[in-house]
């Protein structure tokens, strides 16, 4: 997988770009509002509180894709450079074949087909471009909206697999 320098993708409405430690209000918020993390269990110590916390996912994140481990996009709105959301590829099958998408989303922002337009773009690079022949996402059981944004794009519930370590999610 070459992807340098990092893959910057327009949509009809939408930027995708690198996060930089200039989000890093943006990413705090993400990660620690209540609304947006309502179905993401995460252990304590992979929880954000602070916006060090924030600058330190962030540093993490764009390490993974310097080593070509993971692609995590800052999702903006055509025209203004704050974030709204992110978007991911990540969790790479070692013969580069399997990827694993991720995503959350200022809820201003929910209902509106934002996500689904960075998802299609996102889906679209991962297949032509980078070659996975396969892309899953995790979600909570109860994520209806999660659930319903990955049916109408294509994904199909995997029946009767469930994530280690996480009996709560179902994988699409």
Same mark, same amino acid.
């Given at each position: 997988?070459?992807?340098?320098?990092?893959?910057?993708?327009?949509?009809?409405?939408?930027?995708?770009?690198?996060?930089?430690?200039?989000?890093?209000?943006?990413?705090?918020?993400?990660?620690?509002?209540?609304?947006?993390?309502?179905?993401?269990?995460?252990?304590?110590?992979?929880?954000?509180?602070?916006?060090?916390?924030?600058?330190?996912?962030?540093?993490?994140?764009?390490?993974?894709?310097?080593?070509?481990?993971?692609?995590?996009?800052?999702?903006?709105?055509?025209?203004?450079?704050?974030?709204?959301?992110?978007?991911?590829?990540?969790?790479?099958? !070692?013969?580069?074949?399997?990827?694993?998408?991720?995503?959350?989303?200022?809820?201003?922002?929910?209902?509106?087909?934002?996500?689904?337009?960075?998802?299609?773009?996102?889906?679209?690079?991962?297949?032509?471009?980078?070659?996975?022949?396969?892309?899953?996402?995790?979600?909570?059981? !109860?994520?209806?909206?999660?659930?319903?944004?990955?049916?109408?794009?294509?994904?199909?519930?995997?029946?009767?697999?469930?994530?280690?370590?996480?009996?709560?999610?179902?994988?699409?």
């Amino acid at each position: 997988m070459v992807t340098k320098p990092f893959p910057t993708i327009k949509t009809a409405r939408l930027l995708l770009r690198k996060i930089d430690v200039d989000d890093s209000e943006v990413i705090l918020f993400l990660r620690s509002d209540a609304v947006v993390n309502k179905y993401i269990e995460r252990p304590e110590h992979r929880k954000t509180k602070t916006v060090e916390q924030a600058q330190t996912h962030i540093e993490k994140m764009n390490g993974l894709f310097d080593n070509e481990e993971a692609i995590a996009w800052g999702i903006a709105v055509e025209g203004n450079p704050k974030l709204i959301g992110t978007i991911c590829l990540w969790n790479f099958s !070692e013969d580069r074949k399997t990827a694993e998408v991720g995503y959350d989303l200022d809820p201003a922002f929910q209902g509106k087909g934002m996500m689904s337009e960075a998802l299609k773009a996102v889906l679209s690079f991962g297949f032509d471009k980078l070659g996975f022949a396969l892309i899953e996402a995790f979600t909570h059981v !109860e994520n209806e909206a999660s659930k319903k944004l990955l049916v109408t794009n294509g994904f199909q519930l995997a029946v009767g697999r469930k994530e280690d370590g996480n009996l709560s999610n179902v994988i699409f």
